[in-house]
C-alpha cells in the first residue's frame, strides 16, 4: 500500500526520534511500503499514563502515514516489570494483572483502526510465555545473551550494589522474545518505545539477528521532562493518568494549560497532531504575548479532547471559567464542578456553618478576623457573589450541583465546600 514518504522526517521535527539503529536502513524500510511494527505496554497499574501517550500517539503517527501496528500489552512482562533505578517492584498477582490488561486494552483501542489494509493487531505476551518451559527459554533466548552486555546496562549498573533480582535482570530477554514471536508470527520488523527502553529495543533487534538472520528496526522516543529536567505529574510522584477515574478531565486539562512557555512547543509537536505551520504560529504568539497563553489553550483542548473526547473538553473549560466568575456556577455539569472544586481543594463542613468558618476552614485565610478583614475588605466571595454580610451563615438556597458551596477570596483563591 502507499505510505507517507516524509513520515520520518515529520517525526525528527517533532523530536520524537531519541535513539535509532540505522537511520538510513530505516528511513529506506519506512518508504518501501508498509512496515509491520509493535510497541508495548506493561499493565503495572490499573491505567496509562502521560509517557504512555507518547508511545500511543506515535504509533498513530505510523498508523496513518500507512504502517501496520502490532500493539502488545504485556500479560507476562507485567507480571515482572522493567527494572528500576532503585529497588524491586512490588509484584502483582496473575489476576491483578489479568484486570489491568484489559483495562490498558480499552485504553489504546480507541487511537487506532482495527480495520483497513493496514488494521492494528492487539496481542499479549502472556500467549506465547506463560507455557514455554524454563529449559526451552533458557536453550532458546537465554543462549543468545551475552552477560557481560547485560551488566553494562545503566539501570543494572546502578543496581548492582544494591542488588537486583534475577527476576528484573532477566526483563530484556523477555522483552527481546515478544520482538522474536512478533518477527516469526506476523513479520513485525520494527519496534519503538521510550528511550528509558533502549537496551531493551537494540535487545530485541539483536536476538532477530541471532536467532532467524533477520533484519530489525528500533528507534526511542525521548523521555518528557520539565525545563529542570524533572519528570512530570500531577503532583510530586504522582502520574498523570489517562483513566478519568483517576484523574479528572478537568485536572488533566488544567495541567496541559499551565505548561511552561519553554516546554510549548515541545509538548504541540510531541502530544498533538496539529501541524507545523499551525504549531510554529502558536509558539510565534506565545513568545509575543505569553499571557495570552494561547499556545497552553491550544494545547489542553487538543490533548483533552484526544483522551477524553470534545464533551469533557468542553465541560473542564466550562468550569474553568465559572469557577473565576466567567459562567454561572448552576450551569455546570455537577461532576464536573466537584473534580474542579476537589482538585482546588475542598472540605466537608455541616449545614449551619458560617461563612467566617467556612472560609477558615477551608485555608483561604488564617483566622476569623483575617475572615472580617476580608469581607469588609470586598474580597470576600460565595458562588461568584461577593459577600458583605459579616454574619451569613450559607443555606439550602446557596448550594450548586447538589451540595457544593464555592468560596473564593481575591481574584484566584479558590475552595470548595461539600455541604451536609
Known amino acids: ?81 522493567d527494572p528500576r533505578d532503585s529497588g524491586e517492584r512490588s509484584l502483582n498477582s496473575l489476576d491483578t494483572v489479568k484486570e489491568w490488561v484489559d483495562r490498558v486494552r480499552g485504553q489504546i483501542e480507541p487511537y487506532l483502526s482495527f480495520d483497513g489494509p493496514n488494521a492494528a493487531t492487539m496481542v499479549n505476551n502472556y500467549d506465547w510465555t506463560a507455557s514455554l518451559s524454563t529449559i526451552d527459554f533458557l536453550r532458546d533466548i537465554g543462549k543468545h545473551f551475552p552477560v557481560n552486555r547485560m551488566l553494562a546496562r545503566d539501570v543494572v549498573k546502578s543496581r548492582l550494589e544494591a542488588g537486583i533480582s ?9 522483552q527481546s522474545m515478544d520482538f522474536l514471536e512478533l518477527f516469526r508470527q506476523y513479520g513485525v520488523t520494527l519496534q519503538f518505545g521510550g528511550s528509558d527502553q533502549w537496551g531493551n529495543l537494540t535487545g530485541g533487534v539483536e536476538l532477530v539477528r541471532r536467532a532467524e538472520g533477520g533484519k530489525a528496526h528500533a528507534f526511542a522516543t525521548p523521555l518528557i521532562t520539565k525545563s529542570d529536567g524533572t519528570k512530570y505529574g500531577k503532583t510530586e510522584g504522582g502520574a498523570l493518568w489517562l483513566d478519568p477515574e483517576m484523574l479528572s478531565p478537568y485536572a488533566f486539562h488544567q495541567f496541559w494549560l499551565n505548561a511552561e512557555d519553554a516546554k510549548l512547543g515541545e509538548l504541540l509537536r510531541v502530544f498533538t497532531f496539529l501541524g507545523r505551520d499551525e504549531i510554529e504560529d502558536l509558539e510565534a504568539q506565545t513568545a509575543e504575548k505569553p499571557f495570552l497563553r494561547a499556545g497552553q489553550k491550544a494545547l489542553a483542548d487538543a490533548v483533552t479532547t484526544l483522551v477524553h473526547g470534545a464533551a469533557e473538553t468542553e465541560n473542564a473549560k466550562a468550569a474553568a471559567a465559572a469557577l473565576f466568575g466567567g459562567a454561572d456556577l448552576r450551569d455546570l455539569d455537577p461532576g464536573t464542578l466537584g473534580a474542579a472544586l476537589s482538585e482546588a ?44 454580610d459579616p454574619d451569613l451563615v450559607p443555606g439550602p438556597d446557596d448550594l450548586v450541583a447538589g451540595n457544593w458551596l464555592v468560596l473564593r477570596r481575591g481574584k484566584r483563591n479558590l475552595a470548595g465546600v461539600q455541604l451536609g
Open 166 to 174: 534475577y527476576t528484573e535482570f532477566s526483563y530484556i530477554l523477555l
Open 1 to 81: 500500500m502507499t505510505v507517507d514518504p516524509h513520515l520520518l522526517d515529520d517525526l525528527e521535527w517533532r523530536g520524537l526520534i531519541a535513539h535509532s539503529t540505522d537511520l538510513d536502513a530505516l528511513r529506506a524500510a519506512l518508504t518501501a511500503g508498509s512496515v509491520r511494527f509493535y510497541v508495548g505496554f506493561d499493565p503495572t497499574a490499573p491505567s496509562l499514563h502521560m509517557g504512555n501517550l507518547v508511545q500511543i500517539l506515535t504509533a498513530r503517527r505510523l498508523q496513518e502515514a500507512g504502517h501496520t501496528p502490532f500493539a502488545l500489552v504485556g500479560g507476562a512482562t507485567g507480571m515482572i516489570g
Open 345 to 388: 481543594g475542598s472540605v466537608r463542613a455541616p449545614a449551619g456553618t458560617s461563612y467566617v468558618d467556612l472560609l477558615v476552614e477551608t485555608g483561604l485565610v488564617k483566622s476569623k478576623g483575617d475572615a472580617r478583614r476580608t469581607i469588609n475588605e470586598g474580597g470576600a466571595y460565595l458562588n461568584n457573589e461577593r459577600v458583605t
